[in-house]
Every structure is written in C-alpha cells, then in structure tokens.
C-alpha cells in the first residue's frame, strides 16, 4: 500500500505522509524515507528533491506538535501516549537538559524512537524551548539524517524487504551518527569559545619605557 501510494501520488504522498507522522499520526516515517529512496533509484522520483521534500516535510510536522504542545500544553502531556513515556523523574531530567543545552537536547530526541514525541510536547509545553532554537535544531539533525536514510533505500533497493525488517539497526546506526556529529560540532563550538576567551582583550600593551635623561649638573 504505501509502495503504491508514493508510485502514483508521489513527492504529495511523500509530503503529507510525513507531515501526519510529524504531528503524532502512527505512520512508519523511516520506512517512507527507505521507500522513497527505492523509488529514486528505479527512476519514479529523483534523489535529490525526495531529500528536499522528505527535510522540509519532516520539519514542518515536529515544528506543528511543538506549537501544539505550547498551546495545547497541559493536555497533551496528560495524554497516555505521552505520560507513559514522560514519568515524573524523565520530565525532570529533560526539563534540566532544556535549561543547558536545549539545542544539543532536541537533536538527540529527534533520533530516539518512541521519545521524540513526549520531547517535542515538553519543548513545547515547558516553554523552555524557543520556536527558533527549536527549528535550528530539528533542521539540523534531519538535514543530518534524511540523505543517510533516502540513501540506504536507494542503495540496498534491490534488498528493500531485508532493510526495512532491519529498520531499528538502520535507526540505532542513523542515530549514533548524528549523535557523533552534534558531539563533534559541539566540542568544536566550545574549543572556539576558549580560544577567543584566551586572546587578547584588544587593549595595546605598553609601549617601551622612554629612555632616562641624566639630571642637570648643578649650576656653579
């Protein structure tokens, strides 16, 4: 079914798919991608715009359940889908990663399969999690994440069937790597606030002492 929804109705299937999985409809959102990488590869979409409509469909319906839970907050974090994930010790252990590194947070919880949505209704509910911080954040780490994901449905397209029965290794694999990547752009972001903390203030140092003139002999 999804095959030949994405066959016939295409980059419009693509898109409102992932947008409905985005605002919390139970849709495989990986296993679209993998599919839609399939279908680049025999020709029926092209890789590239897949990419571009896959990212932007992907942000879009994080970025609408985030506004939900900012308006919708209380009732949402009450839902049952969401409190089971959220107990009282996970909310405030995320609340305090908000409060830290609340970009660095929402990266990791975009590739944590069955927290990303419970995160994103606390982002947004919390109000810790600026609308613009967290836009940056999710479109970084899907930016990071949909090439890898497309790209494994058009490599391995002749054995689609095998990788999506693998799918959760594909997530843990997908995962780590934007993991790494944050990390990695993180400590370099710090390493640049030291340098800059340890340069000169910009003040001129002093210039050299002016040389001593003997005093005057006495006048007879």
């Known amino acids: 079914m999804l095959l030949g929804l994405l066959t016939h109705f295409g980059y419009l299937a693509l898109f409102l798919l992932l947008v409905a999985g985005g605002v919390g409809v139970p849709v495989p959102e990986e296993v679209i991608q993998l599919t839609a990488g399939f279908l680049a590869r025999r020709g029926i979409l092209s ?29 949402l974090l009450d ?22 590194h609340a970009l660095l947070t929402i990266m990791v919880a975009r590739h944590a399969s069955g927290f990303r949505l419970p995160v994103y209704a606390l982002a947004g509910a919390s109000g810790r999690v600026r609308s613009r911080t ?3 954040a999710d479109g970084l780490s899907a930016l990071l994440s949909v090439p890898l994901v497309l790209g494994a449905g058009w490599y391995f397209a002749a054995h689609l069937e095998d990788v999506k029965r693998r ?14 990547g944050v990390v990695a752009w993180w400590l370099w972001i710090r390493r640049q606030a030291r340098r800059r ?17 003997p005093p005057a002999p006495p006048s007879l």
Do not use: Y
């Open 47 to 75: 890789f590239w715009p897949a990419v571009l409509v896959t990212w932007t469909a992907l942000v879009l319906g994080d970025f609408l359940f985030f506004r939900l839970g900012r308006s919708h907050g209380p009732g």
């Open 79 to 100: 839902s049952p889908r969401v409190a089971r994930v959220l107990t009282p010790a996970r909310r405030a252990f995320i609340e305090r990663h908000f409060a830290r």
């Open 134 to 136: 967290f836009l940056l």
């Open 167 to 180: 799918i959760h290794e594909i997530e843990l694999v997908v995962g780590l790597l934007v993991l790494l």
């Open 197 to 213: 903390a340890v340069a000169p203030s910009g003040v001129a140092p002093p210039g050299p002492a002016a040389p001593s003139v």
